[in-house]
């Protein structure tokens, strides 16, 4: 009877240590810091997943969202009020803000930023 027990929980560790494989969503751990990525990148991150971006602000595209473009692609950002603190920003002026993916249907929605500054 130990055998048995002994051996049904070295297969359970054996399935829980198994890594994510390649092409998957990360999921973001609770109190995880941002990293940086690509808005190629954020198409593989879990609704919540904190980031950081660096690129341009290229428009308004209505009373607080923006469109965002780097390298990689452009991203609709999703910036409050009171996030801007009175920063002025011109269309090409490169930015770099911490923000949160926010996911809808399993779809990339927007990045809710939550601190943004020149660069």
């Known amino acids: 009877m130990k055998k048995l027990l002994v051996f049904a ?3 359970a560790c054996a399935a829980l240590s198994a890594g994510a494989d ?3 969503e990360i999921r973001p751990m609770r109190g995880s810091e941002p990293k940086f990525v690509t ?12 980031v950081i971006m660096r690129g341009t602000i290229v428009k308004a595209l209505s009373y607080e969202r923006y469109l965002f473009r780097d390298a990689t692609g ?3 950002l999703d910036i409050n009020w009171e996030i801007w603190r009175g920063i ?3 269309n090409n002026e ?7 993916v926010q996911k809808v249907h399993g779809f990339v929605n927007d990045v809710a930023v939550k601190r943004i500054k020149r660069i």
């Open 88 to 90: 002025l920003i011109n």
């Open 9 to 11: 929980v070295l297969c």
């Open 39 to 50: 808005v190629a990148d954020v198409n593989n991150l879990w609704d919540g997943t904190p």
């Open 22 to 24: 390649e092409g998957e």
């Open 74 to 76: 452009e991203i609709v």
């Open 94 to 100: 490169q930015v770099e803000f911490t923000g949160v």
